[in-house]
């Protein structure tokens, strides 16, 4: 996996998903930690996760 190609893992897709529609005022830790625990994801597919979410928003605005 390198870069923004997480097509193995659909628990990178679910986790941009509700990154990017969940608020950050009802998310109670730092997206990182809070992935890894709720999907079970390894830091660097949080971060995946998490560019991902980025790519979502900036779609929508």
Known sequence: MTGLDHQDNPKIDEAATWLA??????RDRP?????????????QEA???????????????
């Not at 997206?31 to 830091?43: C, D, E, M, N």
């Not at 971060?47 to 605005?61: D, G």
């Open 21 to 26: 529609h969940t608020p950050r005022r009802q």
């Open 31 to 43: 997206a990182v930690p809070l992935l890894r625990q709720t999907f079970g994801l390894t830091a």
């Open 47 to 61: 971060c995946q996760a998490i560019a991902a979410a980025n790519l979502i928003l900036a779609r929508v605005e």
